[in-house]
């Protein structure tokens, strides 16, 4: 007999609606705390449940209340929120399957919004409670002992998803619902949607690529003994119970095999990715080849009156704020003065930020505007541990991640730096040590 959970959304699916249900499903709210305190964002927010009724039937509602004025709130990125995963010693499913559902979502937004998954903000699902969401629930699933599939995944099924309706506020403005990142997933899923009459936003994004990663499949309960249901509560009152229930059962293993043969899901975790970066390679949803197109701003200006000591400080003013890339020419100007030709290379997010800062630090009246597209390759951070220490490798392909050609693989600058002045050692003999660590397990 295989343990299975199967997810029925009558309501739609967030985060904290999965916590609610694994909690009441009987997962200990002081065994997602422990685990979760690994993460070192703890300061960052305070997790706590209550029983609550939607329409007089009682459920339990996770809440993670954000700590106001932390810095760390809006500035994550998918490479920072994956390390935070990898560093935080998780049970090793509970570190592949987050991994797994951050990197769907921020496909997913990148594809939206047109950069690449490593440019996201994740701040439209909140950084710190989209990590205690995603990883609170995986450490649930886990400790409830669902049983993985042969793909590594768990033996997690789905009802249909409904659509919601009307509009909702976001960081990018008045959004229609479903929002463009939810559409997004079902559409790299292939999800069965239908509308249950409740204009409102449904299902979130953090739910959204939970289910989308995770589900064996969507559509009707599969056969199973059911053994316990879990309810969570969502924050709105509908027409109809708001509720999220997961039931959890147990299926026989020939049943299981049956349905794994005959599922669409094409996910599949191998042992050396789990071992060594826990990345779930994501064959259906992830087929994009390398390089990719994505949309870029340029601002230009020219400056023939300023410090060159102002113009290293605009620099890190700039890149504090985003920038990809900042760089000067030398020009000739008019009444044959020498000057600077200074060059800003953003993402649409950023345009605004980077322009106000070369208004406020630069002498410059105008500032030209460019939108151009770039070609990018595929790349990650890979963690590396050397004999004097850990160090981030940066590794950069063409083609799809089933099929990769490493064509740059480069360690970071900075953690180079750390361990060459840690033991007095060149920078340059600790970079060819990385590099020769890394080929040597590749």
């Not at 070192?40 to 106001?68: C, N, P």
């Not at 400056?303 to 504090?320: K, N, R, V």
């Not at 649409?348 to 070369?358: K, P, R, V």
Request: proline letters at 4%.
């Amino acid at each position: 007999m295989s343990k299975i959970v199967y997810f029925q959304c009558p309501t739609g699916i967030s985060g904290d609606m999965c916590l609610g249900a694994l909690v009441n499903l009987g997962v200990s709210l002081e065994y997602l705390v422990e685990n979760l305190n690994k993460l070192g964002i703890e300061q960052e927010y305070k997790l706590w449940a209550e029983f609550v009724t939607r329409k007089s039937q009682q459920a339990v509602m996770v809440h993670v209340d954000l700590i106001k004025n932390h810095h760390h709130h809006h500035q994550r990125h998918l490479p920072e929120i994956e390390q935070i995963i990898q560093t935080a010693d998780l049970p090793p499913r509970v570190e592949a399957w987050s991994l797994a559902i951050f990197r769907q979502l921020a496909v997913a937004e990148g594809a939206v919004h047109g950069i690449s998954p490593e440019k996201v903000h994740f701040h439209e699902v909140g950084a710190v409670d989209a990590i205690v969401d995603v990883v609170g629930t995986c450490l649930g699933l886990d400790w409830l002992g669902i049983d993985s599939n042969s793909e590594g995944l768990p033996l997690l099924y789905c009802s249909k998803l409904p659509t919601g309706g009307g509009t909702v506020g976001a960081a990018h403005g008045i959004m229609a619902v479903p929002v463009p990142a939810v559409l997004k997933l079902w559409e790299m899923r292939k999800c069965p949607v239908y509308s249950n009459g409740i204009e409102k936003e449904l299902v979130t994004p953090t739910g959204a690529a939970i289910v989308t990663t995770l589900a064996t499949e969507f559509g009707s309960p599969p056969d199973m003994n059911l053994e316990k249901v879990g309810m969570g509560a969502g924050n709105k009152n509908f027409k109809i119970p708001n509720i999220l229930r997961i039931w959890l059962g147990e299926t026989a293993e020939s049943e299981n095999s049956k349905k794994d043969k005959n599922k669409g899901i094409k996910h599949k975790i191998t042992h050396e990715e789990t071992k060594h970066n826990s990345e779930l390679v994501n064959q259906q949803h992830q087929d994009s080849t390398s390089p990719y197109l994505e949309n870029i701003s340029v601002l230009e200006t020219q400056i023939d009156d300023i410090s060159p000591q102002a113009i290293g400080y605009i620099f890190e003013e700039l890149f504090a704020v985003g920038a990809v890339d900042v760089f000067t020419q030398a020009v000739g100007m008019k009444k044959n003065r020498p000057g600077v030709l200074l060059t800003v290379i953003c993402h649409s997010e950023q345009l605004t930020e980077c322009e106000t800062i070369l208004f406020r630090e630069t002498t410059t009246l105008g500032i030209r505007r460019f939108s151009q597209q770039r070609s990018v390759l595929q790349r990650e951070i890979q963690q590396l541990e050397t004999e004097y220490g850990k160090v981030r490798v940066k590794v950069a392909w063409i083609g799809t991640l089933q099929n990769k050609s490493i064509t740059n693989v480069h360690p970071e600058y900075a953690d180079c730096a750390e361990l060459a002045r840690k033991y007095n050692i060149p920078w340059q003999e600790i970079h060819r040590l990385a590099l020769q660590t890394w080929y040597s397990k590749n």
